[in-house]
T-cell receptor, first 113, second 113 residues
């Protein structure tokens, strides 16, 4: 089965530092997403991306966050100045747009110290 | 307010036994309901997806039911295996995939030998 790939699997950073989380969506997918899951809590939507632009974002996705699709394969989430409360598992997901199946990556565990 | 509530919060069963997990939702308008399995430290993996007109859907030993009138769903696991130990998440969409996914907190299932 096709996979969404995320790197790194773990990222430790100091508060105030910038981090970039990377995702390689499934090749023929058109819609891309970032979700996060704080330890012990539910998965939360951050942002969706289609046709090289943000199509929807949640209240969590403030000015500290940005997304890019710098080439034909990568999809990145940047946090400009990390805060302690940004510590979470961040999941990338992608979708063809034709069926209902949304594929999730294995996640990047971000720890902000 | 759009919400997805799951019960029980956690469940312990013996290998080989059956179990049923519950999901109630208040999401409106409703597009589809998904059940995901999430292993610890991994991304959610889709088990079933049901639209408004579907009452039941099976995937191997997993059978999901949906009552769109009462806004309830269940996931039945037959002949449980140790590998079924995971969090099972009910996810409801108000639109087609992605942005409007509302996640439940999940039921943590532990299967013991």
């Amino acid at each position: 089965e096709p996979e969404v790939t995320q790197t790194p699997s773990h990222q430790v950073t100091q508060m105030g530092q910038e981090v970039i989380l990377r995702c390689v969506p499934i090749s023929n997918h058109l819609y891309f997403y970032w979700y996060r899951q704080i330890l012990g809590q539910k998965v939360e939507f951050l942002v969706s991306f289609y046709n090289n632009e943000i199509s929807e974002k949640s209240e969590i996705f403030d000015d500290q966050f940005s997304v890019e699709r710098p080439d034909g394969s990568n999809f990145t989430l940047k946090i400009r100045s990390t805060k302690l409360e940004d510590s979470a598992m961040y999941f990338c997901a992608s979708w063809t747009g034709d069926d209902e199946k949304l594929f999730f990556g294995s996640g990047t565990q971000l720890s902000v110290l | 307010k759009n919400q997805v509530e799951q019960s029980p919060q956690s469940l312990i069963i013996l290998e080989g036994k059956n179990c049923t997990l519950q999901c109630n939702y208040t999401v409106s308008p409703f597009s589809n309901l998904r059940w995901y399995k999430q292993d610890t430290g991994r991304g959610p993996v889709s088990l079933t997806i049901m639209t408004f007109s579907e009452n039941t859907k099976s995937n191997g030993r997993y059978t999901a039911t949906l009552d769109a009138d009462t806004k309830q769903s269940s996931l039945h696991i037959t002949a449980s295996q140790l590998s079924d130990s995971a969090s099972y998440i009910c996810v409801v969409s108000g639109r087609q995939a992605g942005t409007a996914l509302i996640f439940g907190k999940g039921t943590t299932l532990s299967v013991s030998s």
